[in-house]
């Protein structure tokens, strides 16, 4: 158990809908970093949240949208969904805002949402 | 830019083989790598990393050597056993701007040990 959790976890929705999915960081850590899994892209990052700001941004679709709260839990917000939307959506959270001069802070994730968008 | 490759699955093995996983980097700068095991039906889990050129990762029996001269991270166990039986992702860190950072992963191979 790594200390992250997210709700829910699965979700079948249907094509167009909006849906959000909830993280909780392991107690203490201050970022936030979604990615995506899914058969053909693979584990792909999408945003990093810091202590309540947005602090890293990559392929995430204008779709899609995240923030994180004061009590440092994050929801990513999926709409207009679209069939190419089904996948796994991981959390994971690391202790320091700043990644380390050599990268070298752990990502702990949690056990992931799986979307199905039918 | 920033990539990792890793060989493709399943692999196969009998209990008590000897397993090597290849992967290979392509990176600008001095990253961090990792690699990370998911379990049928469960998320990531952290298996060993190596913040520098020649350190050596290790945990449950399992070990990488960061060579930078090969850009290799390969994962290796001298016996397996049933219960590694999982997908294995390397992984590299990617700094970005403003300190934010991402992990970088390749695409995973399917292990499947056999008593």
């Known amino acids: 158990d790594s200390g992250v959790t997210q709700t829910p976890k699965h979700l079948i929705t249907a094509t167009g809908q909006r849906v959000t999915l909830r993280c909780s960081p392991r107690?203490?850590?201050?970022?936030v970093y979604w990615y995506q899994q899914s058969l053909d892209q693979g584990l792909q990052f999408l945003i990093q949240?810091?202590?309540?700001?947005?602090?890293a941004k990559g392929n995430i679709l204008e779709r899609f949208s995240a923030q994180q709260f004061p009590d440092l839990h994050s929801e990513l917000n999926l709409s207009s969904l679209e069939l190419g939307d089904s996948a796994l959506y991981f959390c994971?959270?690391?202790?320091?805002?700043?990644?380390?001069?050599?990268?070298?802070?752990?990502?702990?994730f949690g056990p992931g949402t799986r979307l199905l968008v039918l | 830019g920033d990539s990792v490759t890793q060989m493709e699955g399943p692999v196969t093995l009998s209990e008590e083989a000897f397993l090597t996983i290849n992967c290979t980097y392509t990176a600008t700068g001095y990253p961090s790598l990792f690699w990370y095991v998911q379990y049928p039906g469960e998320g990531l889990q952290l298996l060993l990393k190596?913040?520098?050129?020649?350190d050596k990762g290790s945990n449950k029996g399992f070990e990488a050597t960061y060579r930078k001269e090969t850009t290799s991270f390969h994962l290796e166990k001298g016996s397996v056993q049933v219960s590694d039986s999982a997908v294995y992702f390397c992984?590299?860190?990617?700094?970005?701007?403003?300190?934010?950072?991402?992990?970088?992963f390749g695409q995973g191979t399917e292990l499947s040990v056999k008593p």
């Open positions: 190596a913040t520098k050129a020649d």
């Open positions: 994971a959270s690391s202790p320091r805002g700043g990644f380390g001069l050599a990268g070298e802070e752990t990502q702990y």
């Open positions: 107690s203490g850590d201050l970022s």
């Open positions: 949240y810091y202590n309540g700001e947005e602090r």
């Open positions: 992984a590299l860190s990617f700094l970005l701007d403003n300190q934010g950072g991402k992990l970088i």
